[in-house]
């Protein structure tokens, strides 16, 4: 595996389905890490534009998405703390609006603490896969319609969620300290 000069390691460019996914997965987890790294808590604080979104509400907000899908969903367990101590019907953005409380440390280890729960969560699910469809593997959990995500599907959604917020990462950092970068 090789790293860019970011610290991230690159996917692989020539392997199968299921080693392409987590390494795009592991490339856009290492990109928030990066666009996040260094930032005191006043720099993970700062807002732009008319948006109130920043990068400690990102990580925090990941960290969340990281426990929902593939503990929650993929393994049908219950929300650890702090996700289960939230009445998210009186605040359905608690971890947005929260994050800047946090100490940086705290909610970049909470971020941390999440993906390694998820790289755990994932290892479970495709040990106990069918091993001709590992990607295939269904969720514990069911929609209202009974349907059940794959796993190929929540790899494929949390590519997407990385993606779609290191977007935001981007401007965020540029406007904190000029930093740019792909």
Known sequence: MSVDEQG??????????????????????????????????????????????????LLKHMAYVEDHWFEGWMLDAAKPPPWSEVDWAATPDWEWETAVQDAPDEVRALWASSVGHSRAALQTALTSADPNDRLGTLAKRRW???ERPS????????????????????????????????
């Open 151 to 182: 796993l190929r599907w929540i790899l494929v959604h949390m590519i997407e969620e990385y993606a779609r917020h290191n977007g935001h990462a981007d401007v965020l950092r540029e406007f904190v300290d000029g930093q740019t970068g792909e």
């Open 8 to 57: 991230r390691p690159e996917p692989p460019i020539a392997a199968n389905e299921e080693e392409t996914l987590i390494g795009f997965l592991e490339f856009q987890r290492a990109t928030l890490e990066w666009k996040t790294r260094g930032l005191d808590a006043d720099g993970l604080a700062r807002t732009t534009a008319a948006s109130a979104m920043t990068l400690a509400g």
């Open 144 to 146: 209202p319609s009974g």
